[in-house]
């Protein structure tokens, strides 16, 4: 894969992922799938509400704009990640 291939997924992916962050707060986008949706939305959300709740220092007091950051970053690493491991099986293959 070129170098613009993989930085599109990644910036896909990573905006993608703040958005649903957002969607918690912002819109009815995860309710109104019911639970099941709220579920998906929350277990994408999950590795920034943690450390956005480490970074507050209360569970009860944290930003979900500072989660959305996160999810981001964590988001974009792994899929950068994932892209790596494609790309070195396939020339594997090769």
């Known amino acids: 894969m ?10 896909v992916v990573g ?3 703040v958005l649903l962050t957002l969607s918690l707060e ?17 277990m994408i959300a999950f590795p920034g509400l943690m450390g956005s709740m ?3 220092g209360n569970v009860h007091a944290f930003s979900l704009w500072v989660a959305a950051f996160l999810n981001g970053l964590f988001y ?5 990640a994932a892209c790596a491991l494609l790309n070195s099986i396939v020339r594997r293959v090769r």
């Open 26 to 42: 912002y819109s009815r986008t995860a309710y109104s799938m019911g639970y099941s949706g709220l579920t998906v939305v929350s």
């Open 76 to 80: 974009c690493g792994l899929s950068w």
């Open 54 to 56: 480490v970074i507050a």
């Open 2 to 11: 070129s170098f613009r291939v993989v930085a599109a997924i990644v910036a």
């Open 15 to 17: 905006v993608v992922a």
